[in-house]
Nanobody, 126 residues
Framework: VQLQASGGGLVQAGGSLRLSCAAS????????VGWFGQAPGKEREFVAGISWSGDSTTYADSVKGRFTISRDNAKNTVYLQMNSLKIEDTAVYYC????????????????????WGQGTQVTVSS
């Protein structure tokens, strides 16, 4: 599976962006997906995750209530809707996937994911 993240850009604080993670090479429907963010000078951190069936989602505390992860398996795409953006959300965002036979299962650490996209830059200005 190959992942392509897109949708990043420059936005003012309080604004919104929608990131997309498109998969190719294999059906995406059995892959749990996560979004990770890496701010300048910091380690990559978990942001949000979604089970392969889409019936379970999980978020980092810092983005709860502002970000929403969703997926359209027919389009082999996972989305991250980012609302009420803050300056501290500035980061390169990566999507990652892993095969799982378990419905409702999410994964939280980098080591649990097998495939990574190339990252898309999100910059939030004041």
């Amino acid at each position: 599976v190959q992942l392509q993240a897109s949708g990043g850009g420059l936005v003012q604080a309080g604004g919104s962006l929608r990131l997309s993670c498109a998969a190719s090479g294999r059906t995406f429907s059995r892959y749990a997906v996560g979004w990770f963010g890496q701010a300048p000078g910091k380690e990559r951190e978990f942001v949000a995750g979604i089970s392969w069936s889409g019936d379970s989602t999980t978020y980092a505390d810092s983005v709860k209530g502002r970000f929403t992860i969703s997926r359209d398996n027919a389009k082999n795409t996972v989305y991250l809707q980012m609302n009420s953006l803050k300056i501290e959300d500035t980061a390169v965002y990566y999507c990652a996937g892993r095969f799982t036979p378990y419905t409702g299962r999410n994964y939280y650490t980098e080591g649990e994911y097998d495939f990574w996209g190339q990252g898309t830059q999100v910059t939030v200005s004041s």
